[in-house]
């Protein structure tokens, strides 16, 4: 499996974890309750998995390598991914305020969190589609297939020794816990 694969197969649990995100924000818009215990849950999923596990994979390691295969930073398109997930992060830290604030029962913290949320859908939507697409493809077409398999087993260290297998197996298990109750 190439190394873009992977990085796909991984976008696909991230989509389903902002499909969730967009029905919590449904919810709240409509007035209803969500528990704090779920925010938070989806925020884990999303700093642990899609931040450090996910983008950390590109950012410590398929960027560069594209770089080296003569994909420009600045100027291109990496450079605006790397925007984007700063610009994500930003998002979640305003989404773990709203919570901060939903628990102090602060009158303005589920428009707060559905305004964060909602914005961190859109971007990583958007983020994901222009991967997939288009820099993925790009990446396919200029990192050699040994590099390529480098990168899949620099991945699986990431996985085991910096992040944790079992680390993961939690995220993906509490993404299918939240997908039956909200989607």
Known sequence: MRATE???????????????????CDKLEAGDAVATEHLEAILSFLQGFA??????????????????SGIPREGGP?????????QGREFIQRM??????LKEAGPRAPSEFVGAGRDYVRLLTQHIEKENN?????????IPESKQQELEQQFD??????IGTDQIEQHLQKLDELKQRYL
Do not use: N, T, Y
């Not at 931040?51 to 080296?68: I, Q, S, T, Y």
């Not at 773990?96 to 604030?101: E, G, L, N, R, Y």
């Open 6 to 24: 992977i990085l796909i197969k991984e976008h696909d649990a991230i989509l389903e974890m902002l499909d969730v995100l967009g029905k919590v």
């Open 134 to 142: 288009v820099l993925f493809r790009m990446a396919d077409m200029r």
């Open 96 to 101: 773990i305020a709203a919570v901060a604030s």
């Open 51 to 68: 931040d450090r596990c996910h983008h950390g994979k590109e950012e410590d390691l398929l960027f560069p390598e594209m770089e080296a």
């Open 157 to 162: 260290v990431v996985d085991k020794e910096k």
């Open 78 to 86: 990496i450079g605006v991914m790397l925007l984007e997930h700063v």
